[in-house]
Every structure is written in C-alpha cells, then in structure tokens.
C-alpha cells in the first residue's frame, strides 16, 4: 500500500499563495488518482481537487477553481496544489488521498489511502 505525507503549509495574508505537496512511499503515485480535501473549522470536509494516475484530466470544486491548480510528478511520486489568491475561506487542513480507480472521486469514503494533513491558515 502506499504512504502518503503533506508538506507546505504555513500561515499566509489574503491574496498570497502556497504550495502544497504530497509525497507517496511504499508503491508507485501513478498506480492512483489522487485528490486534496480540506477542512475548515467547524466545517464538513470538502473535496478540493482531483487528478487522475496520468495527470491528462483534473477536476476542481467551485469554490477554487480558477484559483487553485492541482498537479502531479509521478516520476518524483509527488503530487501539488498550487493555490493562488488565497482567501481567509481557505482556511483549512489539508489532506492528500489516493485511489486505484480510472475516475476522479469527489468524496472522502472512496479514498482508500490518507495523509496526516496540514494547516493552512489564511489572515485578512
């Protein structure tokens, strides 16, 4: 099975950006679809951004699309979310998930494999 650990997040002013990683160990990242969720406190976790094993097709909650750019390297068995204009609404833990599945899964229970998180925090 494959590990998964999310790295970059920070505190940052409205309008900055951040990127994230998430690096896999233990198999292949282009065995998976890989996804970010977030959640914000208080709040339900979210589907962020998905990305399928080859990396030709992606798919973007509303909430940041335009805003936010999910991409892999699978020759570096990394994944990023390069997030841009960020706003206090943003403000989250950030997850990576990963699935075997040619599709992009847009809820947490069809994830099969997690990472710890990281905090991303938003000043205005």
């Known amino acids: 099975q494959v590990q998964l650990r999310e790295s970059g997040g920070g505190l940052v002013q409205a309008g900055e950006s951040l990127r994230l990683s998430c690096a896999g160990s233990g198999r292949a990242l282009d065995s998976y679809t890989m996804g970010w969720f977030r959640q914000g406190p208080g709040k339900e976790h979210e589907f962020v951004a998905g990305i399928l094993m080859s990396g030709d097709s992606t798919y973007y909650a509303d909430s940041v699309k335009g805003r936010f750019t999910i991409s892999r390297d699978n020759a570096k068995n990394i994944m990023y979310l390069q997030m841009n204009s960020l706003k206090p609404e943003d403000t989250a833990v950030y997850s990576c998930?990963?699935?075997?599945?040619?599709?992009?899964?847009?809820?947490?229970?069809?994830?099969?494999?997690w990472g710890q998180g990281t905090q991303v925090t938003v000043s205005s």
């Open positions: 998930a990963a699935k075997s599945t040619f599709r992009i899964p847009k809820t947490r229970a069809e994830y099969a494999y």
